[in-house]
């Protein structure tokens, strides 16, 4: 057998190609289908980014508005003459129904999910996780109404002075309720992933059910936990219909949960009804506090990010 001339590298055959067929037709339709889809995703991104920031600088170019007065302004009163365009009323109303629901839904989900993961039997857990999660199928204009009709009456009953139709603690109370399945959801699921080894060395090392769950489980899934957390604070910031008819529409700069305010979601609600000309400043204000709401919703994520990388490289 004549072997190959010196100076001269035959080339070694890729193995790995050769044993992967070529595409065919079909498959390279399916990887365009595919691509076109991520594409398009990507496209409605950047286009709901450019109408925003389109908008938003618009309303900055309005003589009547300064950065200033947006960020630290305490009146909101973009429909009156004259008009004022400070946002610390409606960010306090988005804030304090947000602080609100997460000291309700917070606690909730993660003990019920505690309960799901460590404690429950397989056939408590195939019953009660459902039941749970029909909680997120309600649809938000449902849970505005249940507040009107049945927690706004509740809270009456207790504190008759002070407190009127519309306020913030029934908007927290029923935006607590829907994001309780995210929370409970999310955090047993994180629960479900930790390792049984380290639950049977805690064990066998002779520490308690309690013990296991508290100093083992929790800690080993707090990256989950955490990202659930930031989630569900997420969504109860862009929660709409529910905040709308529940906290009413008064942009007011308060602490008081009993009282009328109105959130950055229930403003856009207000002035997307179509009464409102298209170019007006209440109308370019509209723009200008769904990029706060965007900026709001992406340091969060950004925050959870970080969270979940860094609990993650702890308990890896």
Same mark, same amino acid.
């Given at each position: 057998?004549a072997s190959?001339?010196s100076g001269?590298r035959v080339?070694r055959r890729n193995r790995v190609?050769d044993a ?12 365009l ?6 594409l398009?995703s990507v496209v409605?991104?950047l ?7 389109k908008?938003?600088?618009?309303f900055?170019?309005?003589p009547?508005?300064?950065?200033r007065?947006?960020f630290?302004?305490?009146k909101?009163t ?8 400070g946002?610390?009323?409606?960010l306090c109303?988005?804030m304090l129904i947000m ?5 309700i839904?917070i ?5 019920s999910?505690i309960y799901l ?6 056939r ?5 996780? +459902?039941v749970l999660e029909?909680?997120?199928?309600i ?13 706004t +009456? ?9 407190i009127g139709?519309?306020?913030?603690a029934s908007?927290?109370?029923v ?6 399945p995210l ?8 629960l479900?992933?930790?390792p ?6 805690a064990?066998g090392?002779?520490a ?10 929790v800690?080993?899934?707090?990256s989950?936990?955490m ?9 109860a910031i862009g ?8 906290a009413g529409?008064?942009p007011?700069?308060t602490a008081?949960p009993f ?5 950055m ?8 009804k179509g009464?409102t000309p298209?170019?007006s400043g209440?109308?370019?204000?509209l ?6 709401l965007f900026?709001i ?5 950004v925050?959870a990010?970080?969270?979940v ?5 702890v308990?890896?």
């Open positions: 057998m190959a001339p001269l080339p190609q992967v067929p070529a595409k065919t037709p079909k498959e390279k339709l399916i990887k289908f595919c691509f076109l889809c991520t398009i409605t991104t286009g709901i980014i450019f109408i925003l920031a908008e938003t600088i618009g900055f170019q309005l009547s508005v300064t950065l007065e947006f630290t302004g305490t909101w973009p429909t009156f003459t004259p008009a004022h365009y946002i610390l009323p409606l109303g988005t602080v609100g629901a997460a000291i839904a606690p909730l989900g993660l003990l999910a993961s460590e404690y429950a039997s397989f408590v857990r195939n019953i009660l996780k +459902p029909i909680l997120a199928g649809p938000t204009v449902v849970y505005g109404y249940f507040a009107l009709l049945v927690v +009456p509740f809270l009456r009953s207790f504190i008759s002075d002070g139709v519309y306020n913030a908007a927290s109370i935006v607590g309720i829907m994001i309780l929370v409970s959801s999310l955090c047993e699921d994180a479900s992933a930790v049984k080894s380290l639950r049977e060395g064990y090392l002779g308690t059910k309690l013990e296991v769950t508290m100093k083992i489980v800690p080993a899934a707090l989950g936990i990202a659930s957390f930031i989630l569900a604070i997420s969504r929660e709409t219909m529910a905040v709308t008819l529940a529409q008064m007011k700069l008081n009282s009328e305010v109105q959130t979601t229930g403003y856009i609600v207000q002035i997307s009464d298209a170019g209440p109308y370019l204000a723009f200008a506090v769904g990029a706060t900026a919703t992406m340091a969060l994520n925050l990010s970080r969270i990388k860094r609990f993650r490289q308990y890896a």
